[in-house]
């Protein structure tokens, strides 16, 4: 079996594993079907991964970014292409993003994967490595997709290898035909996490079973043998306690080792390297940090800023930096709203200035910086036409560069409080926090030197906000300092005494953001 399946899975590869990931990477997500479309009509030829031009690659690595996630790279279903054509409901939610719908924009989801094979409308397995080979040639990683708990209804193993799914009976598919597909002779559930409806057109796999435990590693060894990095896609349904909320009773016994310190202990022996990334919801980010991930989706921050929860996002921000460190702040992504369709502009550019100067990876999606609204349904393959904001691409692509140059996420960081008077409470809207490479105000996580220091000072909220912003340095007594704002170039001259004694006094307008530079 394990033969058969390493033959199923196996494509053309570079084995050598890219080393030197950031401790705090930055990633751009690119939807490498939209892109590639674009790249091709703008062309006038079909453009695939081996022969991007250069100036698309500039786009998707501006100055800043560590790594590019291709997302949806991987050979789509057929079948799961047919069920979604014949899901009015599906159809419906095409039509409302993309106007003029055509048959042939449905591609077909790429989360329905039939092989982890490249699919040939990217240019198949060489294509990729080359595409991976001209981002190493710029310094940036690549960063692929891995669905751990489902795969399309014709994916090869739902013939030869039945007992790697749920299985049920007669009596399942009798009382839940939504839930259960006919197979090979045999009835698979259909894919689900414990508090929303079955998917319809993926199967479900069996988080305890030994064999597609030795699968999964298989399957992870050929993905990681083709970029630098996994994203795994709803990780947490695959961990024991969620498995057996959803499943209990369908399967097995539940095992006492976990899944995933299973699969990425066998992962790890070929490929050390591998930075994996968990897609994770539900207050799982710790545990799986715990079962091997480098880093964890941070939904809980997301959620706090777009609610406009201050204090929530504060109270967020005082644990440890060992759970910190290992979270990936975002604003916006595949699966979530436009960020412009959830904040205004300067409130926009308020919470970017905080993501992108925390702990931590960060996460951008290719849209996000030119004020796209649209959220696409990953089915189509076309988008529609939206007008670019020049000025907060600009403002974005400053930010990250600035970040970037300044080495302003370097060696420890820590979070401020601010403090306001009897007859003024509005420091309850800002949030700060430093950075110092000079190891003055904690242990670096990093043993950084030579950055200096760097202050942010956030006012999240649509009033304005002023307050004293402790520093907590000790040495900053009987010199003068300049404080340059990296983001719009203003120099502000302060005494040292004054900011030992008081802290830093700090006015923003509505939605206004400091990111400091401190000599």
């Known amino acids: 079996m394990a033969n058969d399946m390493v033959d199923q899975e196996r494509s053309l590869r570079d084995d050598a594993d890219m080393t030197g990931w950031p401790h705090r990477p930055v990633i751009y997500e690119v939807n490498t079907a939209i892109w590639l479309g674009e790249e091709s009509r703008a062309a006038g030829r079909r453009v695939t991964l081996a022969d991007v031009p250069a100036s698309a690659w500039d786009d998707v ?35 409302d993003a993309l106007s003029g719908l055509r048959p042939d924009d449905v591609i077909g989801s790429p989360y329905c994967v039939r092989r982890y094979v ?19 040639a710029r310094g940036i990683r690549l960063l692929l997709d891995y669905v751990p708990n489902h795969v399309a209804p014709d994916h090869p193993w739902v013939t030869s290898h039945p007992e790697l799914f749920v299985n049920g009976g007669e009596a399942d598919i009798a009382a839940e035909p939504a839930a259960w597909v006919r197979a090979a002779g045999h009835i698979l559930a259909h894919g689900r996490d414990p508090y929303f409806p079955p998917w319809p057109d993926v199967v479900q796999l069996d988080a305890f079973s030994p064999a597609l435990r030795a699968a999964t590693v298989v399957t992870l060894t050929d993905i990681a043998g083709q970029c630098d990095g996994i994203r795994c896609d709803m990780a947490m349904l695959m961990t024991n306690q969620v498995f057996a909320r959803t499943w209990g009773g369908r399967t097995g016994r539940e095992p006492a080792e976990e899944f995933w310190p299973a699969v990425i202990a066998g992962l790890r022996r070929r490929h050390p ?89 960060t996460l951008w999606h290719e849209g996000q910086f030119e004020g796209r609204r649209v959220r696409l349904p990953v089915f189509l393959s076309r988008r529609p036409a939206e007008p670019p904001d020049a000025g907060l691409a600009g403002w974005y692509r400053r930010l990250l560069a600035a970040v970037a140059r300044h080495r302003v996420r370097t060696g420890a960081w820590q979070l401020l409080e601010a403090g306001g008077w009897p007859d003024n409470d509005s420091c309850r809207h800002l949030l700060a926090w430093s950075w110092a490479a000079d190891g003055d105000s904690g242990v670096a996580e990093d043993g950084a030197h030579g950055a200096g220091r760097h202050l942010v000072v956030v006012n999240l909220s649509g009033e304005p906000a002023d307050g004293r912003v ?23 001259e302060r005494s040292g005494d004054e900011l030992a004694d008081q802290g830093l006094f700090v006015a923003l307008p509505p939605w206004g953001c400091h990111l400091l530079a401190m000599r």
């Open 470 to 492: 402790g520093l907590g340095w000790t040495d900053l007594r009987g010199r003068g300092w300049t404080l340059t704002d990296l983001l719009d170039d203003r120099a502000f």
């Open 273 to 361: 390297q591998t930075v994996l990334v968990a897609e994770a919801y539900w207050d799982t980010e710790w545990t799986l940090q715990q079962q091997g991930f480098d880093f964890c989706y941070d939904k809980r921050l997301y959620d706090r800023i777009i609610g406009r929860d201050v204090s929530g996002v504060r109270d967020h921000l005082r644990a440890g930096l060992d759970y910190q460190s290992r979270l990936v702040r975002f604003l916006e992504n595949h699966d979530e709203p436009r960020i412009a369709d959830e904040l205004p502009g300067d409130a926009r550019r308020a919470a970017a200035g905080a993501v992108a100067t925390l702990p931590g990876a």
């Open 61 to 95: 690595t501006p100055a800043g970014i560590d790594a590019v996630w291709l997302m949806g790279v991987w050979e789509r279903s057929p079948a799961g292409l047919g069920l979604a054509k014949a899901n009015a409901a599906l159809q419906a939610s095409f039509r």
């Open 118 to 136: 490249v699919d040939d409308a990217f240019g198949g397995p060489r294509a990729l490595a080359q595409a991976r080979a001209t981002l190493a």
